[in-house]
């Protein structure tokens, strides 16, 4: 499968982006990140259905994932963005168990959108 993510950019702290990834078939969907030097880092994901969803900590309350299956497409909404959220942004698939299943571990990786919050 191929996922193709965009929406990356530069803004300001404060701020807000919104990435998309598009991805054909019913998979479970998730969002990634990896700073600079640092380790790549779960950052949320989403059922196929949509009806489940899970946050790191780091982004709970500030970033919204949803996703539109008419149109093979997930989001991830970023608001109040801070500094420390500069990273490249990757999205990834896992085939489903269930509907309502939460990526674990993903079976696909698309291409990375990189997100750059300045102070």
């Known amino acids: 499968v191929q996922l193709q993510a965009s929406g990356g950019g530069l803004v300001q702290a404060g701020g807000s982006l919104r990435l998309s990834c598009e991805a054909s078939?019913?998979?479970?969907m998730g969002w990634f990140r990896q700073a600079p030097g640092k380790e790549r880092e779960f950052v949320a994901s989403?059922?196929?259905?949509?009806?489940?969803?899970d946050y790191s900590d780091s982004v709970k309350g500030r970033f919204t994932i949803s996703r539109d299956n008419a149109k093979n497409t997930v989001y991830l909404q970023m608001n109040s963005l801070k500094p420390e959220d500069t990273a490249v942004y990757y999205c990834?698939?896992?085939?489903?168990?269930?509907?309502?299943?939460?990526?674990?571990?993903?079976?696909?990786w698309g291409q990375g959108t990189l997100v750059t919050v300045s102070s």
């Open positions: 078939g019913s998979y479970a």
């Open positions: 989403i059922s196929w259905n949509g009806g489940n969803t």
């Open positions: 990834a698939a896992e085939t489903r168990r269930s509907s309502w299943y939460l990526l674990q571990r993903p079976d696909y």
